[in-house]
């Protein structure tokens, strides 16, 4: 091992994971007078305010696994005692560039669309954006941002560089081009120019902007923007975002409130917040029997967990549901942890959940039952919760599956979070809020 340093080395660090999430680890052991993420490594170098702060540290992480972002990662001293300028050149050279209106900007893990209209909405509020052209290349995701100044490219740099466009994923890697000036011939999710908007829109094609790249493999393999249903990126996008939804928030826990203690317990809650996102940890909070804390796995889910349930009514109680003054849940024996659970809906096809999310309705959707399943079956499952007004059977895709409309919203809710994930003859029922306004 190395000797004790202020400088502590730190390595499987993803593309995820940003400084502002190692400071926030390391933030009960002293502040971080420098940080050098090492990006192509996955490695980053913090150096402490003093020697016994790191010593602290190393000592303590050395009998607790620090994680970040559900990432393990490792740290020991580093065989410098002290950080330069010199060792920080991915990023301080970048930002002692000639600064320039052009920024060349690398985007790392690209879980959500990227299109010129949503990096316009993040870079404009630095100053006006002329042009855009985005590409693909060996290195990922890229654009090419032009500013009306340089006063504007410089200021966006400064605030945005290292920054995540969307909770844990998108993050800015950004540096000054040596391109003078953009072309653009195009008006299209790939590249606009804002100063004529009269450009004609391309259906595929190259940009012909020399050395740009491909840019009608924005969305790789996977499919394009339209695939991605009611994303967090389908703010500037044909989809749109709810009234009222931001897609920027970054609080991933929520407090609800105005519960009924008598019958709410952990599964209930998840199996109803778990209709907005992947649940990480519930807490019942015993000091308020009517209160609860629940964490979501990032800011967008926690966000239209917000806008879908506040108001909602469940279990005779109308909740109040906001955003915690806690970033997360510590891990006790009062709490319930969700992170692995295999009945968490957003771990496959997660666009197809985020399309289908809205506030509780009359109706709900039952899937994953059994083959030989009967009209009968379902209405003994269903039937405490409230009069059923129609029931429908039907298959789709080859399986079964069921509509069930209730009288009201608040029968239907309650139907949901007592009765999803009930074994019914040899299977796990599926159950989620159906926008169909009939059978």
């Known amino acids: 091992m190395s000797e004790p340093s202020k400088v502590i080395h730190v390595r499987n660090v993803g593309q995820e994971i940003t400084e502002g999430d190692l400071h926030q680890l390391v933030q009960p052991f002293g502040s971080v007078t420098k940080v050098v993420m090492l990006r192509t490594k996955n490695q980053a170098l913090l150096q402490m305010q003093d020697l016994a702060s ?91 941002i032009q500013f009306q100044t340089r006063q504007s490219a410089t200021a966006a740099m400064s605030a945005l560089h290292g920054r995540n466009i969307y909770d844990g994923c998108c993050q800015l890697d950004i540096q000054y081009s040596n391109l003078t000036e953009l072309q653009v011939n195009y008006n299209n999710d790939r590249s606009r120019d804002f100063t004529n908007p ?112 506040k108001g909602a009514m469940l279990l005779g109680k109308r909740l109040e549901v906001n955003y915690s003054k806690y970033s997360n849940i510590t891990p006790s024996s009062e709490t319930r942890d969700f992170q692995n659970s295999n ?27 059994p083959e030989d399943v009967t009209e009968d079956e379902i209405v003994d499952l269903l039937e405490e919760h409230g009069p059923l007004v129609n029931t429908k059977l039907f298959e789709a895709n080859g399986k079964k599956q069921a509509l069930v409309l209730f009288e009201d919203e608040e029968q239907a809710t309650e139907a949901l979070v007592c009765k999803h994930a009930t074994p019914l003859s040899g299977s796990v029922v599926r159950i989620s809020f159906s926008q169909s306004h009939n059978t």
Do not use: W
């Open 343 to 369: 009945l968490n809906r957003f771990n496959r096809n997660s666009a197809k959940y985020y399309r289908y999310c809205c506030s509780p309705t009359k109706m709900i959707h039952l899937s994953s039952l």
């Open 54 to 144: 790191a010593i602290s540290l190393v000592d303590y992480f050395a009998n607790s696994q620090p994680s970040v972002r559900g990432r393990n990662v490792y740290m020991q001293f580093s065989s410098h005692q002290e950080l330069t300028t010199d060792q920080n050149q991915g990023r301080k050279s970048d930002m002692d560039e000639d600064p320039n209106r052009i920024l060349l900007v690398s985007i790392h893990n690209v879980l959500y669309p990227m299109t010129a209209e949503v990096l316009n909405q993040v870079f404009s509020p630095y100053g006006f954006v002329e042009k855009i052209v985005t590409f693909q290349k060996s290195a990922g995701f890229q654009a090419l």
């Open 198 to 309: 009269d450009l004609p829109t391309e259906q595929r094609g190259r940009s012909s902007q020399s050395g740009y790249g491909d840019a009608g493999g924005v969305y790789g393999a996977g499919g394009s923007g339209a695939q991605m249903g009611n994303s967090a990126a389908m703010a500037a996008s044909a989809g749109g975002l709810p009234p009222g939804v931001s897609g920027m928030n970054d609080r991933c826990t929520v407090i609800v409130s105005n519960l009924n203690p008598d019958r709410i317990d952990e599964d209930k809650l998840f199996n109803l917040f778990s209709l907005y996102g992947n649940i990480i940890r519930i807490k019942l909070l015993r000091s308020k029997p009517d209160h609860a804390l629940v964490e979501m796995s990032d800011g967008f889910q926690a966000e239209l967990a917000v806008h879908f349930l």
